[in-house]
């Protein structure tokens, strides 16, 4: 609070006032006192919006409202400019044009962000402040653990389920036995996903999130371009229920490791064994777990969007900006604009699933011939679905290149009736958990009984 005892006024431009705008403009008016009696005073002067006539069930005629975002960006009555409009090219103008004022930028539009941090960087230089936690993982404060309870701790891995409507999909598809489309149109119907669901099913979402959670946890930028990304809408039935058999979830994985190549990225569908706790996140929610030689494993769980979270993530960010002073606080470190070695994915070991069509009396023979291909297998399942028999196969540590190589070998195999489909297990040490557990389940597979029906 200042001197004089009267609570800080910031006045607040506010780009875009829709699910997330409009929760924050609610949640300001909400806690307009308990902020006061903590020597804030927010107040939202400016708005910009699409439709400057449309109901939102605010009262809009307090505010300035336009339709140019660049006018509130630019105007010198705004202390801090939010926003949550979203897109890629008038985002990055205006919030670049108020850092560059020296205005602090609070933001949930991860896109424009992790596609052009350098842009930001520039425009905020030394002088002011990016807040970004509702841009990931909206309920979880994993930003401010990063930047500030783990400042000075080694990580190795960050890695999690960071797309609830994914989740919700795959989760959805686990429960009612469907298949992909019969869930995104429940999910859709929900509101779990957006009119256009793309960015959402072919991982590009969650790849944004990862680059600025891989930014903020190893000190680099790499834009999600660079990072292997891969969606759901491959995922069949079938699998998730040869994945079950296996004592496995599928869950669309984001990870980034340090490993002796680089810096490893990537997002796609995963087989998570049902003992780790990444397989127990189900529908929207969200999970991040962190690891690293000091403190071994952090997990974090949340809802990780909705008007609610996103907004109280933004109003968080206000907040720490409003006590700190910009420049201080929730901002880039420095040198997160310089380049990294990103790790060939092709070099990268991991487990790996298969789904072969295979007859039930051949399946003895199609594991034999996977093991003469040099594939140590590690389990096996077979489910009938549509009238024909499949064979699941979690094979042993493979380099991916190798395993990408075998792919048409292993599809012309004689017993193999049509084309394989390739998952990744999340894991590279799937034998050390096989081994630990000494199930009977797993007994039986380590023993290679193929044609038992699971
Ligand atoms: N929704 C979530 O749960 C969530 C979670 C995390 C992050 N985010 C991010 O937050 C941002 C906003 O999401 P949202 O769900 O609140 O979107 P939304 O409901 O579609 O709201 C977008 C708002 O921005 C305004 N707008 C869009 N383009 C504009 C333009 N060119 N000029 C002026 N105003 C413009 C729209 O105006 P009209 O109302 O007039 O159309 C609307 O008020 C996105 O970047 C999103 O990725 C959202």
């Known amino acids: 609070m200042p001197d004089d005892g009267k609570p800080r006024d910031l006045r607040i431009g506010l780009l875009g006032c829709g699910v997330v705008g409009g929760g924050l403009v609610k949640l300001i008016d909400k806690h307009r006192s308990e902020l006061a009696a903590n020597g804030i005073a927010l107040r939202v002067t400016h708005v910009a919006v699409r439709d400057a006539q449309r109901q939102r069930g605010i009262d809009m005629t307090r505010f300035r409202v336009t339709t140019d975002p660049m006018a509130v960006a630019t105007d010198p009555e ?33 896109s424009s962000l992790a596609r052009s941090l350098p842009r930001y960087l520039e425009a905020a230089g030394d002088r002011t402040a990016i807040g970004f936690e509702s841009a990931v993982a909206a309920h979880i404060p994993i930003i401010e653990v990063l930047d500030r309870s783990l400042a000075c701790e080694e990580l190795t891995v960050i890695k999690g389920v960071i797309n609830g409507s994914t989740n919700y999909i795959l989760t959805f598809m686990e429960r009612a036995g469907c298949e992909y489309d019969e869930a995104l149109a429940d999910a859709s119907a929900k509101g779990f996903t957006e009119a256009d669901p793309t960015l959402d099913v072919e ?18 930028h790499v834009s999600p371009e660079r990072i292997h990304t891969e ?18 979830r599928i869950k669309l994985v984001a990870a980034a490791r340090r490993t002796g190549d680089g810096l490893s990225l990537r997002v796609h569908p995963a087989l ?19 690891e690293g030689p000091g403190f071994k494993e952090l997990t974090f769980l949340g809802k990780g969007a909705g008007e609610l979270p996103t907004a109280s993530a933004v109003l968080n960010d206000i907040v720490k900006i409003a006590r700190g002073g910009a420049g201080q606080l929730p901002g880039f470190h420095k040198q997160a604009g310089e380049g990294i070695r990103v790790a060939d994915t092709s070099t ?21 011939a996977l093991e003469a291909m040099g594939l140590r297998v590690l389990s096996i399942a077979q489910i009938a679905s549509r009238d024909v028999n499949y064979l699941g196969v979690i094979t042993d540590v493979v ?37 630990r557990e000494q199930s009977a389940y797993f007994g039986a597979s380590l023993q290679r009984e193929p044609g038992a029906r699971v």
């Open 272 to 290: 998570v064994h049902r003992g780790e706790l990444l397989a127990d996140v189900d529908s929207e929610f969200n999970a991040i777990i962190l």
């Open 348 to 368: 990268l070991k991991l487990c790996y699933f298969l789904r072969l069509p295979v007859a039930e009396a051949d399946t003895s023979a199609a594991v034999i």
């Open 231 to 248: 969606g759901i809408t491959k995922i069949r039935q079938v699998d998730i229920q040869l994945a079950l058999a296996m004592e496995h």
């Open 78 to 110: 705004i202390d801090l400019l939010v926003e949550v409009m979203g897109g890629n090219t008038l985002a990055v103008q205006a919030g670049c044009a108020a850092l560059s004022r020296g205005i602090p930028l609070v933001t949930a539009n991860k």
């Open 399 to 435: 380099e991916e290149g190798r395993m990408m190589s075998l792919l048409p070998e292993i599809g012309s195999l004689r017993h193999v009736k049509g084309e394989p489909a390739l998952l990744r297990l999340d894991k590279d040490n799937y034998r050390d958990i096989v081994e």
């Open 203 to 220: 991982g590009i979402d969650a790849a944004e999130k990862l680059s600025l959670l891989a930014m903020k946890a190893f000190g680099a």
